[in-house]
Nanobody
């Protein structure tokens, strides 16, 4: 069975940082997505299963970093220089195969989400 559990969300002041964690039951290509109130779910970042290749949405490039700790079967999303517009529920997703993808319908498994709120 595949199980994804996100953690690390919370309330932070603009300009601050948070690190989200995604604990997985296996090794997969992993992506982070987010959904703000009244908006559609959008891509944030992805990392491949074995090569470690990463890709970021333009809106977070240079501020967010996705990484993998293989020993802990955990993928992280380090979020720096947070802005109020980053406020959303953040979801961890995994897909079969090696390569990461940037659209939600290409992922097979999803976590329950963790709330990130950035105050002005």
């Amino acid at each position: 069975q595949v199980q994804l559990v996100e953690s690390g969300g919370g309330l932070v002041q603009a300009g601050g940082s948070l690190r989200l964690s995604c604990a997985a039951s296996g090794v997969y290509a992993v992506g982070w997505f987010r959904q703000a109130p009244g908006k559609e779910r959008e891509f944030v970042a992805t990392i491949s299963r074995s090569t470690g290749s990463t890709y970021y949405a333009d809106s977070v490039k240079g501020r967010f970093t996705i990484s993998r700790d293989s020993a802990k079967n955990t993928v992280y999303l380090q979020m720096n220089s947070l802005k109020p517009e980053d406020t959303a529920v953040y979801y961890c997703a995994a897909r079969l195969g090696i390569g990461g993808r940037r659209t939600s319908n290409e992922y097979d498994y999803w976590g329950q989400g963790t709330q990130v709120t950035v105050s002005s």
